[in-house]
């Protein structure tokens, strides 16, 4: 169980396939600090740690990871937002993330807004009871409040800091993320579809 609050930037360093699935060796400033068998949050994918190796860990992505998300275009080079898994001694400062995609989304537009960016994003349609205005969904690990939703868009603010401190910075127009819709109305969006006769 994740927050959505990013904790640190880690980079991809090298990419390997293994049958169906693909490896990456993930350089951070937290790597050496990780366990194996840990569980991370990868631009909001919940991945296990396999392997560390100083300043970088090992974590592999199965064929249906690398059909539901971004991962299968990570090449060397990429910026991941990384965080582990929220302690139950804390505040959750963003929302509950489990780490589970439901999908990817595109980005249709950035605003710079002097101050703050504005992003909005297009959704598949299926996906659409999922998203509210002033909901939270979390974009790449990252969570956010969604406004100016319509059918299958929403929209999202960045502030500076966070700007500055994850690879949301980095997305541009035609940039595919990954999403994760909030938890409890992914619950009552099937409560509601099971009361149908």
């Known amino acids: 169980m994740f927050t959505g609050i990013i904790e640190s930037l ?17 350089t951070s400033p937290i790597s050496h600090e990780l366990k194996i068998d840990q569980s991370i949050s990868h631009d909001g994918v919940c991945l296990t740690v396999e392997a560390i190796d100083g300043q970088r860990h090992l974590v592999t992505a199965i064929q249906e990871t690398l059909q539901k998300t971004n991962l299968s275009q990570w090449k ?11 302690p139950m001694n804390g505040r959750l400062d963003g929302h509950i993330v489990q780490g589970h995609v439901d999908a990817t989304a595109t980005c249709v537009s950035v605003t ?14 299926s996906f659409a009871s999922l998203i509210i205005e002033k909901g939270s969904a979390s974009i790449n690990g990252i969570s956010l409040t969604i406004f100016n939703v319509t059918r299958d868009e929403f929209s999202v603010a960045i502030i500076p800091y966070t700007l500055g401190h994850t690879n949301i910075s980095a997305v ?26």
């Not at 991809?12 to 993930?26: D, K, L, M, P």
């Open 172 to 197: 541009t127009p035609g940039s595919t993320v990954n999403i994760e819709f909030d938890m409890v109305g992914k619950y009552i969006t099937r409560y509601l579809s099971l009361q149908q006769p």
């Open 10 to 26: 880690g980079q991809v360093e090298e990419v390997s396939v293994a049958g169906t699935n693909q490896r990456y060796w993930i």
């Open 76 to 86: 060397k080079g990429h910026q991941v937002n990384l965080e582990r898994c929220m």
């Open 112 to 125: 710079d807004l002097k101050g703050s960016r504005e992003f909005r994003f297009r959704i598949p349609a």
